[in-house]
């Protein structure tokens, strides 16, 4: 259920750019999901929704997930692998000396905003 946190973390974000960029509308936000960051991908959109209506600068803002892959590095033989596929163990030597590279992160990659009217250039 962290899911809801998560998305009110993301929009406390999104209303600090927008704040700093005079932004008047978000219309999508895409982000950066690990596949083993415990996220539920689909929980996640469904707390997006159900958020959005009820927050203004994000009303319309459609989202977009992109998974990334969990890699896992090994120290003993200075290979990496994928993680959901071997886990903990180096497939390579067996070792248990191994960490996780990339793949627990939740980050925002790109935003398409518009900005307040009154701060467009002419």
């Known amino acids: ?6 998305v009110t973390h993301v929009a406390k974000t999104l209303d600090e750019l927008a704040e700093e960029n005079h ?3 978000i219309g999508s936000v895409t982000l950066e999901i690990g596949e083993v960051s415990g996220i539920m991908t689909d929980y996640f959109e469904e707390c997006w ?3 959005k209506r009820k927050h203004p600068l994000l009303k319309d803002a459609k989202l977009y997930i992109e998974v990334i892959k969990a890699v896992t590095f090994c120290e003993d033989c200075k290979q990496e692998y994928e993680t959901v596929e071997y886990g903990k163990i180096c497939p390579y030597c067996h070792s248990e000396h191994t960490y996780l590279v990339e793949g627990n992160e939740c980050n925002i990659k790109q935003i398409e905003a518009e900005e307040k009217e009154d701060q467009q250039l002419s």
């Open 49 to 51: 929704d159900y958020f």
């Open 1 to 6: 259920m962290h899911e809801l946190s998560i």
């Open 23 to 25: 932004l008047s509308k």
